[in-house]
């Protein structure tokens, strides 16, 4: 099912872990940690309530910074209703639009053929009903970021998404930073 789920391209991410944004698995730090040494890519899913933005601008963010050791994916926890219109336009500004990218349920990610190595919820809190079990057992971490308010004047819709993007980028960025150094970290102590 994987392969159904590999997107063309993968690119960056940010990890900004503030007290209490990591949302404990049921595997041990030790076992995530040594599954990831032999990665050749670590599988990244965002998830918020609906999959309409946040989610989907950390995936083609990610997409964009993470390169070929990281592939990104976004879903739905609850409902699903469809990217919404200012954030695909907004997305194609930004050259960041690509046919990946939909709304679509997490439960597709709940398969064991499908595990990740990080599920990521974005948003101003963790939303409803996350599942607490995933295959593979990956971290499961919460990146409060502020929810765009898309109803408004046409600048304060602009203004809240422009602002939701840019604290997503510099969190993806991070991200890969972090997860790229441990990669050569181990590297280097392999060989």
Known sequence: MLAALEPDLAEPAL?????????????????????????????????????????????????????????????????????????AEFLRAQRLWHPALYSKSCR????????????????????????????????????HISDPKLNGSPKEQANSLRKTFVELENRVRLFVLVYEREAKKIARAAA
């Open 15 to 87: 990890l900004h872990r503030r007290p209490g944004s990591f949302i404990p698995s049921n595997s041990a730090p030790a076992n995530r940690a040594a599954k990831r040494i032999h990665a050749t890519h670590y599988n990244v899913l965002f998830l918020c309530a609906d999959n309409s933005v946040n989610s989907t601008l950390a995936e083609a963010l990610l997409r964009r910074w993470g390169g070929e050791r990281f592939r990104a994916f976004s879903a739905a926890v609850s409902r699903r209703a469809g990217i919404h219109p200012l954030a």
């Open 108 to 143: 597709k990610f709940l398969a064991p053929d499908a595990p990740m190595d990080f599920v990521i919820s974005v948003g101003e809190q963790v939303p409803e009903g996350l599942p607490q079990a995933w295959p593979g057992h990956p971290e499961v971490i919460h990146w």
